[in-house]
Structures are given as C-alpha cells and as structure tokens.
T-cell receptor, first 115, second 110 residues
C-alpha cells in the first residue's frame, strides 16, 4: 500500500517568504506527526495530531510555524516569514494511534532551503 | 542531559562483519523501543519495534533492550553494503511522545 507522501520534495525560497509543506498520511492512520531534522541533529518534534483531538503544538519553535489537518487526513505545515535557520528537512510521520506507542511511518521529507 | 544518547560515528566495517549499534537513555519510564534506518535523502524506515526488555530477532537484525542499564542495541549480522545508512534509535514511555537519538552513520565496505 501507499506510504506517507510529502510534497514538495525540495523547496528553495527567499528569506521572508511563506512556505507550505504538505503531508498525506497512510490511509487509516489517525495519528500524524511533524518533525524537523537538521544536519547532525536528531529529529526535533514540532506538532502532533490525533483524530479530532486538539493538536499538541508544544514543539513549534515560534509563532511563525503553524499546522492544520483537514478531515483527519492531509496535513499542511506553514512557515511564515521564513528565516535562514528554518533550513532543514521537514519530516511527516503517521501511525495507527495512541492506545500504546505505535511505531511511526515516515515520508521522505521536504528539504527546505532558505536563501 | 539528553533523553537519548547515541554515538554519531561514523562507523566503517568490512562486508560480512557483525555491527553493534547502541543507545543509552535516562528515563526509566521508557518501555517502547524502535530502530530506524535512514538512507541518504530518504525518510527513516522502521526496522525493529520492541516492548520492554529482552531480545527480538528479524533476519540478520537483532534488537536488544536492557532496561536495568538503560541501554539498547541493534546487531547486524553478515553486514552488506546495502546496510550502509544512518541508524536512529527511538523510544517512548507511552502515548505520543517519542525521543530519537541523533543517529549513527554506518558504512559497509565491499
């Protein structure tokens, strides 16, 4: 079956522009996560969605970052007024849910470069 | 102190060698443990998922958890060039909070 799909795979933009990153999770997965991965760093948790519950936004680094998940499926991560330190790979993952710590399945990420 | 510590390597071994990858952690509440493999410019791919202490084997891969020492390992037998990748450990106490290591870069030389 189809895995987690992310688009675009690469994005280059100028400092100060807004960007939108898209994630299409595995069908039937109710949990969706966004992470940021920088060179030499671990995965930095950004935000978590579970079903219709309020998202856990505790990892968002600033108010320039926001995310939504429409209809319990596709999610969009938006970064406003991008800065050079936002350059990283943004990974999306989905899982069956949180009855127990279900392992996450990742997309290939969006490689974001801010000039 | 980080929740999860992982030696970044790089680790270089000849083809056919046994590889040992390790992570240590500080939170005794962790009970779910995962290993991911990440190829260059790809997302992490789940290799092993274990609950609590003990060993789990899948083909050439063995995951080992020692909760008393707060130490987990991934062993790769008969390593192949296709095993060259970055290996990430991850762990969770429950629910949605997962903690990842920074990854160990492995190269298997033909």
């Amino acid at each position: 079956g189809a895995g987690v799909s992310q688009s675009p795979s690469n994005k280059v933009t100028e400092k100060g522009k807004d960007v939108e990153l898209r994630c299409d999770p595995i069908s039937g997965h109710t949990a969706l996560y966004w992470y940021r991965q920088s060179l030499g760093q671990g995965l930095e948790f950004l935000i978590y969605f579970q079903g219709n519950s309020a998202p856990d936004k505790s990892g968002l680094p600033s108010d320039r970052f926001s995310a939504e998940r429409t209809g319990g499926s596709v999610s969009t991560l938006t970064i406003q007024r991008t800065q050079q330190e936002d350059s990283a790979v943004y990974l999306c993952a989905s899982s069956h849910g949180t009855r127990e710590a279900q392992p996450q399945h990742f997309g290939d990420g969006t490689r974001l470069s801010i000039l | 102190q980080k929740e999860v510590e992982q030696d970044p390597g790089p680790l270089s071994v000849p083809e056919g060698a046994i590889v040992s990858l390790n992570c240590t952690y500080s939170n005794s509440a962790f009970q779910y443990f995962m290993w991911y493999r990440q190829y260059s410019r790809k997302g992490p791919e789940l290799l092993m998922y274990t609950y609590s202490s003990g060993n789990k084997e899948d083909g050439r891969f063995t995951a080992q958890v020692d909760k008393s020492s707060k130490y987990i390992s991934l062993f790769i037998r008969d390593s192949q060039p296709s095993d060259s990748a970055t290996y990430l450990c991850a762990m969770s106490a429950s629910g949605n909070q997962f903690y990842f290591g920074t990854g160990t870069s492995l190269t298997v030389i033909p």
